[in-house]
């Protein structure tokens, strides 16, 4: 293979302020990271965040939703690794790829690491987000320790290494080599689908699956515009058999048709609307970057992700992928609701209860010690790789329907039979101004405080006919087990003597302004009470969280931007 020669530039810069990575990357307005010294900069700063030594040669994966800026930020990072000693690039195919198969190819190519384009479920093009996250060589989200030493690069920069002349085409599957300054710089494009769905083909029972299809099944998913589209099309459509009819909005666009790429009740209203025709009897939608899914059943049956992650626990050997390794533990984040709780102590199973963001689950994976787990915020995953995977669960969720043949709606109220129901709502509120918020988690803070708490325990508040007595409350902390690093203020929990649970934290993903996240969780065990609506079910709780914590008084908001 011929290979062209390219040199480095030195360039020298100033750092840009506010470049410290969040839940989940650097999430900020595209209009940001349009300076090219503003993408520049944090780009330098992940590659000289990762030792010296390991960084020579090595390789990394790139690739991203699709979205607005996707294909210069590509190109930006092709030409800084080249100049800081990469020695090769795994890019997918237009620079497409979903987050969990970025996952699966770090682990798969034993890359250093991956570095994602995506704002997840954050609205593109170009009014909309632009997202750079790094990935490590386990697959996962860097842990606070990587993406702290990013940050502290990020304040001191002053060059950047670049090869200003090298511009790649990533159109084409296929290897190309460059020589920069006497190195070897390999990039290799590939197919974004193809490895991906073999991983798949091994975990599931794709046989059956595709005698679903054929059978009376009819189902329908929506990609929202995100890079799951293709994955859809090709597992779904080429695999299994299925109609194209059932690959809705299956195209990435730049700026996901103008919507929000959020697979909620609110943002996928559409799937909803069609789904409740009762045409249907299984639903699906995902985020921008394929990491997250909504499941819904026949009539708009909805299943809230707390519940969905605690079926597929109580049901993993419906999938061959389980049969074989057995379940080794499960987890969820802290305002994740308690349904998983009850499936781990039913199986006997270790349980952990870890910060919101998938980083706090790969260490405990890492370690063989966690199978199963998943956030509420439309998040499910399993070892499989270390980051949270949309159509993974769907594919978990119609072997399940598969294996027991059964609804949707059956299953849960089975589940619901054998472990309670804990009825869940979030309430979302965004982009209210920082001030009051900070005020409002401030003062709740004061109230959960070691000195205060006292005085706050044992306090009963009253909605209606219903009284919950204060039983604990704190503002989370967590000692990963693993590694022992300690996270700090990750929510303020207030947990009544029935065990429901008020949450309150700060988004750590949006772009402009705060947004407030309020979490009830509430238990039942009453079998009457399982068919009822979750709203008015916890509307007691409701009200006692917005009492405590005077959210509307201090926000101005009366109502919140979504519930779910
Ligand atoms: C949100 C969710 C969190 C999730 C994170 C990234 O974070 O609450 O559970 O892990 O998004 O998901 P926050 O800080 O805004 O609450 V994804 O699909 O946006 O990468
Ligand atoms: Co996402």
């Known amino acids: 293979m011929s290979s062209k020669t390219f040199s480095v ?9 506010g470049q410290k990575p969040g ?31 390991r960084r020579e040669g090595c390789t990394l994966v790139v690739g991203g939703d699709g979205r607005f800026y996707m294909q210069t930020a590509v190109q930006i990072i092709i030409q800084i690794a080249a100049a800081n000693g990469v020695g090769k690039l795994v890019i997918g195919q237009n620079g497409l790829l979903s987050t969990p198969a970025m996952s699966f190819l770090i682990r798969k190519c034993k890359a250093e690491g991956g570095i994602i384009l995506t704002a997840s479920h954050n609205p593109g093009g170009p009014d909309g987000d632009f997202g750079i996250k ?43 080599q460059y020589e920069v300054e006497g190195r070897k710089f390999v990039i290799e494009v590939v197919d974004p689908v193809e490895d991906y769905l073999k991983l798949m083909q091994e975990i599931f029972d794709f046989d059956a699956l595709k005698k679903q299809q054929s059978g009376s099944l009819k189902f329908v998913v929506d990609a929202m515009h995100g890079v799951v589209g293709p994955y859809a099309k090709r597992i779904f459509c080429q695999e299994l058999g299925a109609q194209e009819d059932c690959c809705l909005n299956c195209v990435p666009k730049e700026d996901f048709g103008g919507h929000h790429p959020d697979p909620n009740l609110t943002y996928a209203a559409d799937l909803v609307t069609l789904m409740k025709k009762g045409i249907h009897g299984f639903g699906a939608a995902f985020d921008g970057d394929g990491d997250r899914n909504m499941i819904l059943g026949k009539n708009g049956f909805f299943v809230t992700p707390s519940d969905s992650i605690a079926v597929i626990a109580a049901n993993a050997k419906c999938m061959p992928y389980f049969k074989k390794t057995g379940v080794k533990g499960l987890a969820r984040s802290m305002p994740t609701s308690g349904a998983l709780d009850r499936v781990a102590e039913a199986e006997g199973l270790e349980f952990f209860e ?40 769907v594919l978990a969720w119609m072997s399940i329907m598969a294996a027991r043949q059964m ?44 000195e205060t708490v006292a005085a706050f325990i044992g306090k009963e508040f009253t909605e209606g006919d219903k009284t919950y007595k204060v039983a604990k409350a704190d503002d989370f902390e967590y000692t990963d087990p693993i590694d022992k690093s ?21 988004s750590g993903t949006g772009s402009s302004g705060a947004t407030v996240r309020m979490y009830i969780d509430s238990y039942e065990s009453d079998k009457t009470k399982f068919p009822l609506d979750a709203q008015i079910v916890l509307q007691p709780l409701i009200n006692i969280a917005l009492r405590i914590s005077q959210l509307r008084e201090l926000t101005g908001r009366q109502e919140p931007t979504v519930i779910t």
């Open 407 to 450: 609804s949707v709606e059956e299953i849960l109220m089975d589940h619901w039979g054998k472990y309670g129901r804990n009825f869940f709502t979030r309430y979302d509120y965004e982009n209210v101004e920082s001030e009051p918020a900070q005020q409002m988690m401030t003062d709740l803070r004061n109230k959960v405080s070691t």
């Open 486 to 506: 300690v996270s700090k203020k990750q929510g303020i929990r207030i947990i009544f003597e029935d065990g429901s649970r008020i949450i309150f934290r700060l």
């Open 354 to 393: 870890v910060p919101t963001g998938w980083k706090f689950f790969g260490n405990l994976m890492d370690a063989s010690r966690l199978s199963l787990c998943g956030e509420e915020s439309f998040g499910t995953g399993s070892d499989h790789i270390r980051e949270k995977d949309g159509l993974w669960a």
């Open 23 to 53: 839940t989940s990357g650097l999430r900020k307005h595209v209009t940001v990271f349009q300076p090219w010294r503003y993408t520049a900069n944090f780009v330098q700063s992940i590659l000289a965040a990762i030792d010296g030594g």
């Open 9 to 17: 530039k030195v360039e020298s810069t100033v750092p840009c302020e």
């Open 134 to 176: 790094f990935n490590t060589s386990n697959g996962g989200p860097a842990p606070e320790g990587v993406t702290n030493a990013i940050y502290e690069i990020t304040k001191t920069i002053s060059t950047i290494r670049h090869c200003p002349d090298l511009k790649v085409d990533v159109s084409a599957v296929g290897t190309q």
